[in-house]
């Protein structure tokens, strides 16, 4: 079955743009990750190999700080299309264990980006500050609606100013 409307990635991302650290501000539930998770965050940097290590963090409902590390590969030209991978490294050969990261929308300082799936079961809306102005942000869903997001179970963790650090990772070992 064809789809009339396909999911529609920006045609390019500079990807040393968008590097760094992002604030997950919404997004559509995910079976790995806790619907109570607080300070949510994404880190982007990129490796000597070219693809990008993808570092989430949060504290988990319990208040547990949590990393899950991940590696994502360009798979456009305009680098808008990305294959995400939190498998652990040896195992990251292994056959349709890559998720789908595409750029739906983003502003052109880099500091708001609509981020989904084709498939429309994933959906995030990330900032590099933890609040987002309520006008900027209901345009940024208003994209995602317009591509067939249904966002009636949308999350909104919160953020609460505490960061997971390497420090506090490390006493989780």
Not at 19 to 25: A, N, P
Not at 53 to 59: K, M
Not at 132 to 152: H, N
Request: hydrophobic share 35%.
């Amino acid at each position: 079955m064809t789809d009339a409307h396909p999911v529609t990635a920006i045609p390019m991302l500079d990807l040393n743009h968008y590097l760094g650290k992002w604030y997950e501000i919404c997004r559509l539930p995910l079976k790995w990750e806790d619907e109570a998770a607080t300070d949510i965050t994404a880190r982007y940097s990129l490796e000597p190999n070219g693809t990008i290590r993808v570092d989430n963090r949060c504290f988990d409902a319990e208040g547990k700080p949590t990393q899950a590390l991940g590696e994502a590969t360009p798979v456009n030209d305009g680098k808008s299309q990305l294959k995400v991978s939190f498998l652990p490294e040896g195992l990251r050969w292994v056959p349709f264990t890559k998720g789908d990261y595409w750029v739906l929308k983003l502003d052109p300082g880099y500091r708001l980006s609509l981020v989904g799936t084709p498939d429309r079961n994933h959906l995030w809306l990330l900032a590099r500050e933890p609040n987002v102005d309520e006008t900027e942000k209901a345009a940024y869903l208003a994209e995602a609606r317009r591509q067939g997001f249904d966002l009636s179970r949308l999350i909104t963790p919160k953020h609460t100013g505490r960061d997971v650090t390497d420090a506090l990772l490390a006493r989780q070992e």
